[in-house]
């Protein structure tokens, strides 16, 4: 299995989200900025994410992107589901109905329990791990946050 760049590039920025802005909103441009991914493409990016229900957005000079959910709430499974879709690492563990037809060997070989085992325990995992726990293991790599200065009043 290989994740496109579209579920690399999404996890990527929406961890961004949660560890530089919280629940404030963010513009694409400074997650472009600090990500090193192109404008256009996390445009195309956040629809995917925002029609998951992951994001929110909202237009004018204070607006830009939010999670909709609390960062303990959205998982890494989530970000890449809706990026590509559910994630299988060979048709064959799909269960769909036409399995039959893409492999001789459908529920008769040894190989297809071990491809879907070895999905069920990934799924698991990206299942287990939240924006929460990428802000901490973030901030344990000592990972410097970014004050968004549109929020930022001096006196």
Same mark, same amino acid.
């Given at each position: %299995?290989?994740?496109? =760049?579209?579920?690399?590039? +999404?996890?990527?920025?929406? $961890?961004? %989200?949660?560890? &530089?802005? +919280?629940?404030?909103?963010?513009?694409?441009?400074d997650i472009s900025r600090r990500q090193k991914i192109s404008p256009r493409y996390l445009e195309q990016i956040f629809q995917d994410l925002k029609r998951a229900g992951l994001l929110k957005s909202r237009r004018g000079p204070q607006g830009?992107? *939010?999670?909709?959910?609390?960062?303990? @709430?959205? *998982?890494?499974?989530?970000?890449?589901?809706?990026?590509?879709? @559910?994630?299988f690492l060979v048709a064959c563990t799909k269960r769909e109905k036409n399995c039959a037809s893409q492999c001789d060997f459908d529920d008769? #070989?040894?190989t297809q329990k071990i491809w879907d085992?070895?999905?069920?325990?990934? =799924?698991?995992?990206?299942?287990?791990?939240t924006l929460k726990d %990428? #802000?901490? %293991?973030?901030?344990d790599m000592?990972?410097?946050?970014?004050?968004? &200065?549109?929020?930022?009043? $001096?006196i």
């Open positions: %299995m290989k994740l496109s =760049t579209k579920s690399r590039y +999404g996890l990527r920025a929406i $961890f961004d %989200m949660a560890y &530089h802005a +919280g629940n404030l909103p963010v513009q694409i441009k830009g992107y *939010t999670l909709a959910r609390d960062p303990s @709430e959205v *998982t890494v499974k989530d970000v890449i589901e809706a990026a590509e879709g @559910e994630v008769q #070989c040894v085992e070895a999905n069920k325990r990934l =799924t698991g995992y990206f299942g287990s791990l %990428m #802000c901490d %293991m973030g901030r000592g990972l410097e946050k970014e004050l968004d &200065h549109r929020f930022m009043y $001096f």
